[in-house]
């Protein structure tokens, strides 16, 4: 399981994570929610290892990432986690094929030779066919996120991060994903955390929804209990209301007004 206690994150002048807290049992799928910026991928970064959090504990099946100091243990622990990047983060020099398969050498035992069809394979289940020799500058934005997703379950990891995985894909690709991420979780028993703003893969892929808001979980249940929520500010988040107790601070990008001056 993975387990997150008070973790703490500022970037210089900006407080992220404030103390989130959150459990994610093994064999569950927990949806994260929150408006844009409250710190969803800096949370998934700090779970994998690539940001370490100013204070707090992340524990995944006993081991407390934010202790580890040495190289190769970071390394393994990473080992365990598939990570789908929110920017899908291909490498642009590499052919498809070798983005998908590019951890299987580190990741596991199976030889080269197998690289390319296990590479093709996972593509078809993301619904792509025929682009294993295409560069990722000949994708389109939603092509990148699909090849980047077959990457991340390339190995067949226990753990899979996912950060926004239907995001810029088409309603019906978008369900086959949420089909795909629910077949990985019946299939392997993955554990995963997917950060989404899709209220409907969160309702369809996960056990439990967790909202993150000003830097803390505000609430974690079950996706009927979150659709069914009395608390204004998951109601607000989860209707998609511009009214209510969330207020967007678009504000701070308007010029400011001078007393008696010209505009
Ligand atoms: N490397 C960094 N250095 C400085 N500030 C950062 C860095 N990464 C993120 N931030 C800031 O931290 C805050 C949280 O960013 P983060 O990317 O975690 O948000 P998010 O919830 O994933 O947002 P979105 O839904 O838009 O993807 C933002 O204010 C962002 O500007
Ligand atoms: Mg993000």
Redesign the pocket.
Known sequence: MIEARGVQKS??G?P?LRGVDLAVQEGETMAVI??????????L?CVIGL?RPDSGSITVDGTDITRLTREADVAAYRRRFGYLF?EAALFDSLSVWENVSFGLRYLTSLPPSRFRAIAKDKLALVGLKDVEDLRPSELSGGMKKRVALARAIAAEPSYILY??PTTGLDPIMSDVINDLILDLQKALNTTAIV?T?DMKSAYKVASRIAM?HEGRVLAADRPEAIKATKDPYVRQFVDGLSQGPIKMKLKEFEPETVEGGAR
Do not use: L
């Open positions: 970037y210089p900006r992220v929150g408006g844009s910026g409250c710190g969803k991928s800096t949370f970064k940001v929110q950060d926004e950060v703003h993150i």
